[in-house]
């Protein structure tokens, strides 16, 4: 009986193993929750994205465990190699560099809209034979690099390349274009060239498996591969084995050689133009730069002499050319967005938790995916106006904050060894020697220090509902109400009123001001913001991480928090507690601040059911108590009783009543906690 | 607490940039220096190669100075008494006794207040006197204002990777040092410094480096400077002492890192697949 391995059971292992290997963070997906428009993922293969590896949900093709689970690393290991090895750091120009013979196959190579790789195939007349012997060859590449930087997977790799021949269909004689790339293939799954030259009919065999072997040699880059491409090619053209271009049927046919399961099937086409894309947006700040440059050399009265033309036509001209870089690199990304299916937000850390369905009273394994980021920055001026906001409070609420002992020292007298003396000890030791007995040698004492070993996180609700004003506006008097002749005078407009303070305003305001006192007051603590839509994407902000000081940049991190969406707090809260495990401090704390009950669009079987929510987030509480950390949940919601008697005892949980008497609320709930 | 170096070969050290020189430097200057770095990058190693290169190499004047290194390992109970002395009871009397700070001050050596941070605040206070112009030590219990010798050198190395606001050094205190930074040297040299300290054939010490430098990839997973140097090192002798690879990597890496089981796991991966 096989032991399956599911990929939920090992997916951060795997995700931190990727980390490991290319620096960068990687979410790690069943292939099957593949959504991009464009590729076409079978669900038992695997695939590299640019934010995300996707592997089967489930390896069961061994009997023993432990090598379903290395099978998983080996398919890892080479979509990651895809990277490692630089094969989407492919580019036309470098490639007519590299040979002659590529730079007469590439000629000329101005303004690509395809990927370098497509535009490459496009170059022979069967582009579908060159693509299928690119895939071959730069595969068999990404291997060979793969044993010699990682050769602990030698053995896994050759067991399944034995798996992947053994399961192949028998190939007795190489006869045609399909047999020779079947042949190829079988060389680069450890088949020896001469077992394949010796049933060969073609007669070309061994001198394109010497083509293809170039790539084992130690250090070879993509640009190698291409090199080979366009060698097999000749070579299959000077045989007679290329299909005519024009008979697509056939064609097809010919190449349909299934691709092994250890290799996958990774859209280099897609991924090469996301790579190049950083090239664009490199040209871009450069012309931005030259824009810059130029402006200030006009505002200065600076032109070149001798200029042929007019500065002004040359900075008109650049200007061109950036906002038509800048619009190609939009709609590049709009493009690469459909076809991988991804965000367009920055690469962030992504976790699985899992949740608990009330109704059904079990845990739904690996259900949330919470994704973890730094909040964007906020505006300077908003900074500035937060700490005005908060200046008068700030003096308070530091006099508060200094009354919480930082740490204490403890006299320790009669120790062997200490920083003073201890005068009274010397008395009796001189009086034992006096009558010749045998004195006591702990004559010092010394001063221990007791210190706070506290780390607070602060966990804020980014829900869409804390854009709400915090004061209701006053709902316009209705005419047909009231007679009133002052209500039909002339409407004055204020346009210069003040935006309203909204309930995120506030909680922003009550952190920043706990933040400054607790920063010069020593505790280790972290802000952080969550909010989401669905369980897929749960979304949690960092504004300042445990370890960090609150500087300029943390202030900016939490004025950028601002209202999203749902309010999943289960996930949230778990995650908070994962981190607030990691800090290792002996005492460990977690408020979070909300404005209504736990909500999401699936945040239970039915929308309307909060039960389940409010659940969730008793049993993330509850998690996070038997984690040995201490939680208070504060909300502003003034229906908060309902529900937050379900969700944490009594003593755990605050409604406020008057929302501006937060930072206050706050500053004595961590009294309590951490006193 | 304190120990004395005495090479009279030179320590190894693998220089990986201009260290050798900004610390030349300041020493002819007399200024005090401040090394920070992640644990295990080398920084109390390069210390004993400078003492040595300017205490002990021949044409060094230095030369016939018994203890031209004192070392102080600061932890959260040392006091400023452990730093400059104390009375201790000889018999009938209270005899005075030198600490290390102190000694190294009278002699000429370089004091070396290793992870400074660690000392208690008021502890660091009695340095700032020794580092501006006065180069002075005020000795409070016997009254003895001592001027520090021609040759004396302050260095204070700290960690800033797991700084906090109450691990991290005062501006006062911070503001008298010229300060070097230390990293993990690239994969390259790492793999010489591991072959020459643990004694292991090159293409494990490389391999070791290799593991070192992706583990590091890691290091926002809850160990804040990743695997270091030492460590690499450590795991090399169990190597060369006979421990199978992959033990010794468990041993002196993967339990050494974290505590996070899976994170555990990942580093084990990292080890298994590096490893042939």
Not at chain 1, 507 to 529: E, K, N, P, T
Not at chain 2, 15 to 30: M, S
Not at chain 2, 40 to 49: A, I, M, N, P, S
Request: charged share 25%; aromatic share 8%; hydrophobic share 40%.
């Amino acid at each position: 009986m096989t032991q399956g391995v599911e990929l939920l059971d090992l997916e951060r292992r795997i995700a931190l193993f990727a980390q490991a290997i290319t620096g960068s963070p990687y979410e790690v997906r069943a292939s099957e929750t593949f959504t991009g428009d464009e590729v076409i993922v079978r669900h038992d293969r695997a695939m590299l994205s640019s934010k995300a590896l996707f592997l089967p949900s489930r390896i069961a093709t061994n009997v023993d465990r432990q090598i379903n689970r290395r099978v998983y690393r080996l398919l890892s290991l080479h979509q990651l190699g895809y990277r490692e090895f630089g094969t989407f750091a492919f580019r036309l120009p470098f490639a007519a560099e590299h040979s002659q013979v590529l730079a007469n196959r590439i000629g000329a190579t101005d303004s690509i809209r395809d990927s370098d790789l497509d535009v490459f195939y496009a170059r022979f007349a069967v582009p579908a034979l060159a693509r299928v012997l690119f895939q071959l060859i730069e595969a068999y590449r990404i291997d060979c690099r793969m044993l010699a930087a990682y050769p602990g997977v030698r053995g896994d790799h050759q067991r399944e390349a034995a798996t992947e021949l053994a399961r192949r269909q028998p190939l007795d004689f190489v006869i045609g274009l399909h047999e020779v790339l079947e042949a190829t293939l079988r060389y680069t799954l450890g088949v020896p060239a001469q077992a394949l030259a010796a049933i060969d009919a073609t007669g070309i065999m061994q001198q394109l498996l010497a083509i293809v072997a170039t790539v084992e040699r130690g250090g070879a880059d993509v640009y190698v591969t291409v090199d080979g491409v366009a060698a097999v090619y000749a070579l299959l053209d000077e045989a007679r084995l290329v299909p005519p271009a024009s008979t697509s049927i056939a064609v097809e046919g010919d190449l349909d050689v299934p691709r092994p399961e250890i290799h996958g099937a990774p859209p280099t086409e897609w991924l090469q133009r996301e790579n190049r894309l950083d090239d664009w947006i490199e040209e871009l700040e450069g012309l931005d730069a030259m824009i810059a440059t130029a402006a200030s050399d006009a505002e200065a009265g600076i032109s070149e002499a001798g200029a042929e033309r007019p500065p002004e036509i040359e900075v008109r001209q650049v200007t061109d050319q950036r906002d038509t870089l800048a619009r190609r690199i939009e709609m590049e990304r709009n493009t690469l967005r459909h076809a991988l299916g991804h965000d367009d937000k920055p690469q962030s850390q992504s976790y699985l938790y899992d949740e608990w369905d009330c109704h059904a009273n079990r845990y739904l394994r690996g259900w949330c995916r919470l994704y973890e980021r730094r909040t964007e920055p906020g505006a300077a001026a908003d900074v500035i106006a937060l700490l005005k906001r908060i200046a008068p409070h700030e003096q308070r609420v530091r006099r508060q904050f200094q009354q919480l002992p930082l740490q204490a020292y403890q006299r320790t007298r009669r120790v062997i060894d200490g920083e003073e003396l201890d005068w009274d000890q010397i008395l009796d030791h001189h009086t034992d020697l006096r009558r010749g007995a045998a004195p006591d040698e702990r004559v010092y004492q010394r001063r221990d220090r007791v210190t706070r070993d506290v780390a607070a996180a602060f966990l804020i609700d980014l829900s869409a509902s804390t854009d709400d004003p915090v004061t209701k506006p006053e709902p316009a008097p209705n005419p047909d109400d009231d007679d009133d002749s002052f209500l039909w005078q002339p409407l004055k407009i204020e346009r210069d009123a003040p935006p309203p303070r909204r309930i995120v305003d506030v909680l922003r305001d009550a952190i920043a001001l706990m933040a400054r006192a607790l920063d010069s007051h020593g505790d280790a603590y972290g802000v952080f913001g969550f909010s989401g839509y669905g369980r897929d994407c749960v979304e949690y902000y960092v504004a300042k991480e445990f370890g960090e000081a609150f500087r300029s940049g943390s202030m900016r991190a939490l004025v950028g928090m601002r209202p999203r969406r749902s309010t999943r707090m289960g996930p949230a809260i778990r995650h908070s507690t994962a981190k607030l495990a990691r800090t290792g401090s002996a005492l460990k704390v977690l408020i979070m601040l909300s404005d209504g009950f736990p909500q999401d669009c699936d945040y239970g079987p039915d929308r309307s059911d909060h039960e389940y929510g409010v659940a969730d987030t008793a049993r993330a509480l509850e998690e996070a108590a038997h984690a040995g950390i201490q939680t208070f949940c504060i909300t502003v919601d003034r229906s908060g009783h309902d529900y937050l008697k379900r969700m944490c005892a009594e003593d755990r949980y605050m409604v406020i009543d008057e929302i501006e008497s937060l930072p206050d609320a706050l500053t004595k709930v961590y009294h309590k906690l951490t006193a | 607490m304190t120990r004395t170096t005495q090479h009279e070969a030179a320590p190894y050290y693998l220089p990986i940039g201009d260290e050798l020189d900004v610390f030349e430097a300041a020493y002819e200057a007399r200024l005090p220096v401040l090394l920070k770095g992640p644990t295990g990058c080398g920084k109390t190693r390069f210390v004993e190669y400078m003492t040595w290169r300017l205490y002990r190499q021949q044409e060094s004047p230095r030369q016939l100075l018994s203890e031209p290194l004192v070392t102080v390992s600061c932890h959260e109970d040392l006091t400023a008494t452990d730093l400059v002395g104390r009375y201790l009871l000889r018999g009938d009397e209270a005899v005075w006794m030198d600490g290390p700070l102190t000694r190294a001050v009278r002699a000429g050596s370089i004091c070396y207040l290793d992870e400074i941070v660690e000392a208690r605040k008021d502890t660091t206070v009695i340095i700032h006197s020794l580092t501006d112009h006065r180069r002075m030590l005020p000795i409070e219990k016997t009254g003895e204002l001592l001027p520090a010798h021609a040759d004396f050198l302050l260095v204070i190395s700290y960690n800033p990777g797991y700084q906090s606001v109450l691990k991290d050094l005062k501006p006062s205190t911070r503001q008298r040092f010229v300060a070097i930074a230390f990293g993990y040297p690239d994969a390259e040299r790492e793999a010489i410094i591991i072959a020459h300290e643990s004694g292991v054939d090159v293409a494990t010490a490389q391999r070791l480096a290799v593991i070192g430098a992706k583990t590091r990839q890691l290091a926002d997973q809850g160990f804040d400077d990743g695997v270091s140097t030492r460590l690499l090192t450590y795991t090399g002798q169990l190597i060369r002492r006979g421990i199978d690879p992959r033990r010794a990597c468990e041993i002196g890496i993967v339990h050494a890192v974290s505590d996070d089981a899976t994170v555990q796991q990942a580093v084990a991966d990292v080890v298994d697949v590096v490893l042939p």
